[in-house]
């Protein structure tokens, strides 16, 4: 296992299995690690999505989904943001902290959601979307996008729990690729 310098802590609420939640940090901490954002943004959503909100950008006439190359904020409801977190790079330190911030997920209309991409959020930053409700079911899932001045990248990927959570299916990032992420020892908190 591979030591992490950056720690982002994420709790379970009580309706988060904490094993899927800690599947989640250890996911985060290693992106974090990796890209050294100055900005991350992580959001819990009510229930399991699936691999179509990836790079999904609304609805055309509110009746054909869009999917867009450029890295657009998922048109999640708001309603459906069980919680959202913003942890701001310190660069007077090796650490983050976490701010508020305003809500990723607003109300608008299909057309706007499609315009609305990361870069206007952050132009460094990692975005992690998470299922929550993960004591009640039996399926979760992880959506990461980063960007950074070298460009973006994103990825999706699906848990099922037999007992314990597995590793499902993945898309736009190999299966080692997220086993390694889920296999890093985190070595300072924050």
């Not at 802590?9 to 992106?31: C, E, R, W, Y």
């Not at 706007?112 to 870069?119: E, F, I, N, T």
């Not at 990032?173 to 086993?179: F, G, H, K, T």
Request: charged share 20%; glycine share 6%; proline share 5%.
């Amino acid at each position: 296992m591979m030591p992490l310098n950056h720690m982002i802590t994420l709790n379970s609420a009580k309706h988060d299995d904490p094993q899927f939640i800690g599947i989640v940090s250890m996911i985060l901490n290693s992106a974090v690690n990796r890209h050294h954002p100055q900005d991350v943004y992580v959001v819990e959503i009510d229930h399991c999505f699936d691999r179509k909100w990836q790079k999904f950008s609304g609805k055309a006439s509110g009746l054909i989904g869009t999917w867009n190359s450029r890295l657009v904020v998922p048109p999640f409801d708001p309603s459906r943001v069980a919680n959202q977190r913003y942890f701001r790079s310190d660069l007077s330190a090796p650490s983050y902290s976490m701010v508020s911030t305003r809500p990723v997920h607003i109300k608008q209309s299909g057309g706007d959601s499609r315009q609305r991409r990361l870069a206007q959020i952050s132009q460094s930053g990692l975005f992690l979307w998470y299922s929550g409700e993960t004591t009640k079911t039996d399926q979760a899932s992880v959506l990461l996008y980063q960007i950074d001045e070298e460009g973006t990248s994103d990825w999706y990927a699906s848990f099922i729990k037999s007992g314990q959570w597995k590793l499902n299916k993945v898309r736009a990032i190999p299966r080692r690729a997220i086993e390694h992420l889920m296999n890093v020892a985190p070595t300072v908190g924050i």
